[in-house]
């Protein structure tokens, strides 16, 4: 029986959306999926990376993490998208990503994979819950079939209680402030369930 092949792509400056990737790939990796953790590439110019310790620190720190490509997409049957929130919207690095997806889209090879999303804001309303529609929205157009976590389970409650996908505040010590590893990984299970009953797998 095949496996239900997952990408993960993620865009974070210091960490706490790459986190968020790596608990969605231990629960996708329990159910039985073929993962893929990749980045969205860097675009802020290396001045501004290097004015901040934390931002410049994970960014060596997960320099061998691949960076995403189209070739994930059209391998992935299901994929998880991890970012932070940029003025309500997704991160510039995450949407040129999927700009260049065009190609793939044409073609129709974004058709029916299976989506879902989370976000992260400095504060507990500072977009998240925009930032993941801003991605869904997108996603429509790809023809893709979105998975939001809903209320499918009481973790999603202690997490912050957003039916788009987990979010996360990160406090200005550069830590969670709500606890959502379960809840991250509610949904990441959640999604394979929904993409294996499409697959038939």
């Known amino acids: 029986m095949a496996n239900v092949k997952l990408a993960i792509i993620y865009y974070s400056s210091t960490g706490t959306n790459y986190q968020m990737a790596r608990w969605a790939e231990e629960a996708a990796k329990e159910a039985g999926a073929d993962v893929r953790v990749v980045k969205a590439a860097e675009l802020a110019p290396a001045e501004a990376i290097a004015s901040n310790p934390a931002w410049k620190a994970h960014v060596e720190e997960t320099k061998d993490v691949p960076e995403a490509t189209a070739d994930d997409i059209e391998w992935a049957d299901a994929i998880i998208f991890s970012m932070p929130t940029r003025f309500g919207n997704m991160p510039s690095q995450m949407k040129q990503f999927i700009d260049t997806q065009g190609g793939l889209w044409g073609a129709g090879k974004t058709v029916n994979k299976v989506v879902s999303a989370m976000s992260s804001a400095g504060n507990p ?13 997108a996603m429509a157009h790809w ?7 809903g209320y499918t389970n009481d973790v999603l409650y202690s997490a912050g209680g957003n039916p788009y996908g987990t979010s996360v505040t990160q406090g200005q010590d550069g830590n969670m402030i709500e606890d959502v590893e379960a809840a991250v990984k509610h949904q990441a299970k959640r999604t394979i369930d929904i993409a294996q009953s499409i697959a038939g797998i």
Do not use: C, D, N, R
Not at 125 to 137: F, P
Not at 143 to 149: E, H, K, L
């Open 125 to 137: 309303h500072g977009g998240q819950e925009a930032t993941i529609l801003s991605l869904y929205t």
């Open 143 to 149: 023809g893709a079939i979105i998975v939001p976590p």
